[in-house]
T-cell receptor, first 113, second 112 residues
Framework: NAGVTQTPKFQVLKTGQSMTLQCAQD?????MYWYRQDPGMGLRLIYY???????DKGEVPNGYNVSRLNKREFSLRLESAAPSQTSVYFC????????????FGPGTRLTVL | GESVGLHLPTLSVQEGDNSIINCAYS??????FIWYKQESGKGPQFIID?????DKRQGQRVTVLLNKTVKHLSLQIAATQPGDSAVYFC???????????FGRGTSLIVHP
């Protein structure tokens, strides 16, 4: 049981390049999330998926797209990276609502030059 | 909307002391709360949770207190150890929502 896994762990992009951050969970959770974390700020929600086949915008969705490929996987895509997207990205998953315990991945540290 | 904040950005304690980290929330409909610990370079880790029908919940060396009247919760860490050094976040869920609101975090520094 690996929990929530993310790839890659580190990435450096040039402005305008594209990339996809991968996330997978093996806990059979319905809900999955993408957050970004910037110095001095809390976690900010980019997109979330309440269940397979559905996605919704969070607090800071501009410049990102997501795909809920199946119940296990939830990817985040940057179509044209900008320096403002330099951040640490965390994927999370949530099980039954009665528990509401979000499990976080180890994070992807992205730098856009 | 919901806002969740932490009173102190940094808390420094001596090893063996008890630590108290505070959190205020604004939405009276918040009914579930979680404390997370985030060590440098790692993802947030669940510590303890509490529902609004409780005032206190204890775990191993940690206690969470909830005061619904003033919309405040705290995390108490007993006999703080150097390994407790991390950033601590509170998160609030409202009305059965599966989207939490996170505070910015308090950095706990434990001096040996």
């Amino acid at each position: 049981n690996a929990g929530v896994t993310q790839t890659p762990k580190f990435q450096v992009l040039k402005t305008g390049q594209s990339m996809t951050l991968q996330c997978a969970q093996d806990m059979n959770h319905n809900s999955m999330y993408w957050y970004r974390q910037d110095p001095g700020m809390g976690l900010r929600l980019i997109y979330y998926s309440a269940s397979e086949g559905t996605t919704d915008k969070g607090e800071v969705p501009n410049g990102y797209n997501v795909s809920r490929l199946n119940k296990r996987e939830f990817s985040l895509r940057l179509e044209s990276a900008a320096p403002s997207q330099t951040s640490v990205y965390f994927c999370a998953s949530l099980g039954q609502l009665i528990y509401n315990e979000q499990f976080f991945g180890p994070g992807t540290r992205l730098t856009v030059l | 909307g919901e806002s969740v904040g932490l009173h102190l950005p940094t808390l420094s304690v001596q090893e063996g002391d008890n630590s108290i980290i505070n959190c205020a929330y604004s939405n009276s409909a918040s009914d579930y709360f979680i404390w997370y610990k985030q060590e440098s370079g790692k993802g947030p880790q669940f510590i303890i949770d509490i529902r609004s029908n409780m005032d206190k919940r204890q775990g191993q060396r940690v206690t969470v207190l909830l005061n619904k009247t003033v919309k405040h919760l705290s995390l108490q860490i007993a006999a703080t150890q150097p390994g407790d050094s991390a950033v601590y976040f509170c998160a609030a869920f409202s009305g059965g929502s599966y989207i939490p609101t996170f505070g910015r975090g308090t950095s706990l520094i434990v001096h040996p």
